[in-house]
Each structure stands twice: as structure tokens, then as C-alpha cells.
């Protein structure tokens, strides 16, 4: 029996290395933007390709489970606005995704597409509106300080997104076998 109250196990081994990627990424992953505690983040292509691959209940764990970690061990403590917003961004990738069928092989131009118009949605709802409000109304930090933050986060994870998901999402459709591909011989 592979389910139990909905909750698969290949679900809850995803969300554990999903998450523990997410920390290792997060620490080895993240390059410096000059603007304060924000990074480029190899962390949310990874994210976008468990979101496709798992669906919206693993991508928001992974989100809230992954960022909380990586922020208790390697900065002190957990800034949930921002943990908030990780696992928002990982539900709506997996949301508007559904219907690609990745596991069949298919991850053409037009999955492509539409994997990056849900990542720009979901990064822009993600750093340019969750983020910023919850560290306004979490925080009380300075709204000029915070939506400048988000706007370089947003912009940096849709680059980072579109070129290194599209890629690892591309790379993982090469390895399964296209449905109707095999043919009988006679």
C-alpha cells in the first residue's frame, strides 16, 4: 500500500531531498546580488523542476521545509516572509504545470513555454508581493528597503528559472520513454 492519508511515499522522499537540495543549493548555489540579504538563487530552478515533477503538495513543503532549514543553519534564524514566499512559489509552478506530462517524455517548445510563463507568475507574485508585504507587516521593515530587495530576488529568479529549470527539466524529459513511442514487431 503505497498511500496513506493522501501522502505518498514518493511524495515524502521527495520532499526530503527536495528539501535537503535546497539547503546544499542554498549555501553552495547563491551568488551575491550587492543588494543586502538577497542572492541569485540556484535554489528556485530546482524548486520549479520538483513543482513540475511532484506537484503542488511536495513543491510547497519543499519550499517551506528547504528554506527554513537553510535559513536556521546558515543565518541563525528562520525569516519566514521570504520562507513564505519559497513555498508559495513552488505551489503555483506546480499549480499552473499540472497538465504537462513530463513523465511521458513531453517537454516541448510549448511545455516550455508554459513551465516559464508559470514560473514568471509565480516569481513575481512570490518577491514582488508576498515577500515584501509579510517583511512590512511581519517585520516592520522599511517598504523601500523590502520591494527593492524583492525586485532584484523576482528578477534574478526568473532568469535563473528560465535558463537552469528549463534545462534540468529538459534533461529529465530526455530520460523517459515518450508514450506511444514503442511499436510492436510482427
Known amino acids: 500500500m503505497a498511500r496513506k492519508n493522501g501522502l505518498s511515499v514518493k511524495t515524502v522522499v521527495a520532499v526530503g531531498i527536495g528539501s535537503a537540495l535546497f539547503v546544499i543549493l542554498g549555501r553552495f548555489g547563491s551568488i551575491p546580488t550587492g543588494v543586502a540579504n538577497t542572492n541569485i538563487e540556484t535554489t528556485y530552478a530546482l524548486l520549479a523542476l520538483f513543482a513540475l515533477l511532484y506537484g503542488p503538495f511536495a513543491a510547497l513543503l519543499i519550499g517551506l521545509i528547504g528554506h527554513t532549514l537553510k535559513d536556521a ?3 541563525g534564524s ?4 521570504w520562507i513564505i514566499a519559497s513555498a508559495i512559489f513552488g505551489l503555483i509552478v506546480a499549480l499552473m504545470t499540472r497538465r504537462i506530462r ?3 517524455g513531453e517537454f516541448g ?27 512590512v507587516l511581519i517585520y516592520s521593515e522599511p517598504a523601500n528597503k523590502v520591494f527593492t530587495q524583492g525586485i532584484y530576488a523576482g528578477i534574478s529568479n526568473i532568469v535563473t528559472v528560465a535558463i537552469l529549470g528549463t534545462l534540468l527539466a529538459i534533461a529529465y524529459s530526455k530520460t523517459r520513454t515518450k508514450r506511444g513511442s ?4 510482427a
Request: hydrophobic residues 60%.
Open 109 to 135: 517548445i510549448a511545455q516550455i513555454i508554459r513551465f516559464n510563463v508559470a514560473q514568471v507568475i509565480a516569481n513575481v507574485i512570490a518577491w514582488l508581493v508576498v515577500a515584501p508585504g509579510l517583511d
Open 182 to 185: 514503442l511499436s510492436r514487431e
Open 78 to 81: 528562520p525569516w519566514f516572509s
Open 102 to 104: 513530463i513523465h511521458d
Open 73 to 75: 543553519i546558515f543565518y
